[in-house]
Structures are given as C-alpha cells and as structure tokens.
C-alpha cells in the first residue's frame, strides 16, 4: 500500500529536520555566554556545557559514523573524555577537555560527515537503520543534551543570557479539578513507534483498576498552602528516606525559592520575579512530590496510570500516541522544545487535552510518578545496556510527560524519563491521583 520510496524520502527529511532542529539548539546554549562560561563548572551535579558539547559530537560519531556506516574513529584519543560512565559529572572539569573552539570545530566535522551519510543510507536492513532509528537516537541524544544543559544554565549564577516569550495566560478551566479513568485492561509501551527507545517497548497489556487523576500539574499555589500549613516540618507527610533528606539539608521550598517577607521569590535563568500562583510547581524532587500527595490526602499516580490517562482512547478502546491523539506535537498541543522558558499557566493547551479531560500530559513540567524505572516485560536491551538496562531498579523514579525544556522528538506518550528521588534541578513537578473507591 505505502510507497517505500516516498517513505524513504519522509524519514530522510525527518531525519534531517530533528537533526538540524537539536543543533540550532545546541549552538544557540553554547554561544550565548562567553568562553570561560562553557569550561567552568556552575553546579557538581552538572557537566561543563563543553562537555556536553563534545559529547553531542562524539555519541553522534560513535552510533552514525562508526556503528552504521562502519568508519574508523576520527579522534580514538578522546572518546574516555567523553564516556559518561568513565567519569562523574563532578570530575570532568579537570579533564583535559576539547577547549570550545575544538569542540564547536569536532561536532560540525562529525555532523557534515553524517549528513553525507545520511543522503546514502538506505532505512532497512538492519534494526539501527531500520526507519532511520540510528538518526532519530541521536537527534533525541541531543535535545536531551540540550535539557541538561538548560539545567546547567539554570544553576549558572550571572545575568541573564538566554530570552523567550512567556506562553498565553490559561484559558478559566470550569470542568472538574479531577477525572475518573475507568477501570480495565491497556495497551502500556510500544512496539510500532519507530523512534522509541528500548525501554518504551514491548507493548503490552496492564490491568488500571479505576483511579482519580488531576485535570492540570499542581500549581505553585496549591503548593505554597502546602509550606504555609507547615508541611515541611510535620514528619507525618514524609516517607522515612525523605524525611532524613529535608532535614540533612535543610530544604523548606522547592530549588530556586526564597522567601521576601509574606511573599515567595524565585530565580528563573538570572532573573527574580515573585512565583506565579497558577504555573506547575517546578523543581521539587521526588520525595516532595510524594509528601505533597500524602498532604492533600492523595498519591502520586502510578507510571501505569499516568500512561493510560495520557494514551487511553477510552472510545476507541486503544492507545493512543498522545493525549490528542496520534498526531506529532504542534505548538497548540503542548509546550515544549524551549519555545519559553518556563512552564505554562495550569489549564493551559486545551486542544492538547486527553479524551477524559486532562491537561498538560505532555510538556510543562516532567512528572514524577509513584514507580521505581523498571523493565517491561520482554525488555531488550538495544542499542547498548548504558542507555537504560544499568539503570533499572530501586534507585530511581520515573518521570513522564516531558517539560518546556525538551523538544518534541524527545516526549512522546510512551517515553520514559527517571532521576534519583532526591534531584530537583530538574525541571520536575507532579500531579496527583487517587483511587476510586478512596474518598
Ligand atoms: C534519560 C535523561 C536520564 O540525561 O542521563 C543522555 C539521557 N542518556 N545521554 C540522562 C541520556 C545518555 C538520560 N536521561
Ligand atoms: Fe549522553
């Protein structure tokens, strides 16, 4: 039925738009602050934004250039620097890095190669060429780069060096401020979406029972009651782990809050402004999230539930790719891919809503969930075990949804995100669920 040429062409372009869409990106975070910016270090927990600069380069050669089209290695010297397992984040300043001259000239060598590469590579054959899966893991390699780098920018102290427009005030919300999703069986994860990564697949069938789930993410003010009625210092709220970790380091507010009289003050990329009452909460770490649930008498949803409210056609009886369905993501659905730097106000993105209701799924802010990052059943690791397989387990949580920082080709119904408990530079909130039955 469908023209394998002409859908050669389609994946070729795709190919070529993700790609050169994620390197506008990169070069506008690694230009828009001087030199010395690129080299020093802002936080420990973060990499300097050369390193990720050349790193972008050197996974990019590693998969495209040597693992699909089986060249030599350009620079076989500096392929440790660059392996994030080799070295911690917090070592890799002393490392004898590619100064930024070095790695804006590597990473645009590497890119030229691949986009000869690309005008000749055939999209079968094997499963990394297969529908171009090789091209659109590293372009999601890269914007996932260019999140960690918005992080990184975030932490930088100095003045402001990165500027967007603000998203449009919320349409008034006047439905319920939760929805019931019906008990019964779904399709979680994906076999047939052909960039996902392995550990969105297999597809395969959960058992929901009935749940409540919130309309938008939790907001600053809903939060802000949670600090007023006191519960940061009320145990009751917090799981054992958590607790000992609020008051080990002494957290009060979410990362980047300060307090100014009766008001809350924060700092967003080199600016101060008061914290916006209707906007998702942002930057708390799982075990905040988790108390904040317990507080207002409710959970954090499962990674389950989030999925089934975020793809369950409940008319259809299937999953779908989206909320809105199985169109990709335009700028009405959802905010994301740094379009602004901020998330937008709760309620926003009508048209990117679930068939039951829900809004903002997809964009704003990444979501915790209740689960610990597990394998789905039938998991294969591929293409490496480095990507997600050393990762499953008890040590961390998984996030859903996607924020304002990550593009569109990098958030997807499926896709899985995780971090330890304890991080909040993240650009991380919740919302909350309970189940049905429960009052
Ligand atoms: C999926 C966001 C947890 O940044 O550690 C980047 C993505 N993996 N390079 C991370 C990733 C390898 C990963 N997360
Ligand atoms: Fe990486």
Not at 126 to 143: K, P
Not at 221 to 233: L, P, W
Request: glycine share 8%.
């Amino acid at each position: 039925m469908t023209d394998p040429a002409h859908d050669a062409e389609t994946l070729r372009e795709r190919a070529l738009t993700t790609l050169t869409t994620a390197r506008a990106r990169t070069t506008l975070l690694t230009s828009c602050v001087e030199d010395p910016d690129l080299t020093a270090q802002h936080s420990p927990l973060m990499s300097p934004l050369v390193w990720d600069l050349a790193h972008i380069g050197n996974q990019e050669e590693q998969w495209l250039l040597r693992a699909v089209a089986g060249r030599e290695a350009m620079r076989p010297e500096i392929d440790g620097l660059y392996d994030a397992f080799e070295h911690p984040r917090a070592e890799r300043p002393s490392l004898p890095l590619l100064p930024p001259p070095e790695a804006r000239h590597y990473a645009a060598e590497v890119r030229g190669r691949v986009l000869d590469l690309l005008e000749s590579t055939a999209f079968h054959g094997t499963r990394l060429t297969e529908a171009g899966f090789a091209f659109g893991m590293i372009a999601q390699h890269e914007q996932q780069h260019d999140e960690t780098m918005l992080i990184t920018h975030q932490l930088r102290k100095g003045p402001q060096a990165l500027h967007a427009p603000d998203p449009k005030p919320a349409p008034l919300l006047t439905g319920p401020s939760e929805v019931l999703v019906p008990g019964g069986p779904f399709t979680m994860g994906t076999s047939t979406e052909p960039w996902a990564l392995d550990n969105e697949r297999p597809a395969h069938v959960r058992e929901v029972p009935s749940f409540h789930i919130d309309t938008t993410p939790v907001t600053n003010a809903a939060y802000q009651a949670f600090i007023e009625d006191g519960g940061y210092d009320d145990e009751r709220w917090w799981t054992p782990e958590g607790w000992a970790h609020i008051r080990q380091h002494s957290i009060h507010a979410p990362l980047f809050w300060r307090r100014d009289g009766r008001q809350w003050l924060r700092r967003r990329f080199g600016v101060t402004e008061v914290v916006p009452p209707d906007e998702p909460v942002l930057h708390v770490c799982w075990y905040e999230a988790d108390a904040y649930a317990r507080w207002a008498g409710r959970r954090l949803p499962t990674e389950a539930e989030w999925e089934k409210a975020a793809r369950h056609d409940p008319a259809g009886d299937r999953s779908m790719r989206y909320p809105w369905g199985d169109a990709d993501p335009a700028p009405e659905h959802a905010n994301l891919g740094q379009r602004h730097l901020r998330p937008a106000p709760a309620g926003s993105y009508p048209e990117g809503e679930s068939p039951l209701g829900v809004r903002q799924l997809i964009g704003d802010v990444w979501e915790w969930t209740a689960s610990d990052f597990l394998p789905y059943p039938g998991f294969q690791a591929f293409p490496y075990k480095e990507y997600s397989e050393v990762f499953f387990g008890p040590d961390y949580k998984v996030l859903r949804g996607g924020s304002f920082a990550v593009d569109a080709v990098a958030c997807r119904g499926t896709f899985r995100n995780w971090d330890h408990p304890i991080r909040r530079q993240i650009f991380s909130g919740f919302r909350t669920a309970r189940s049905a039955g429960d009052a």
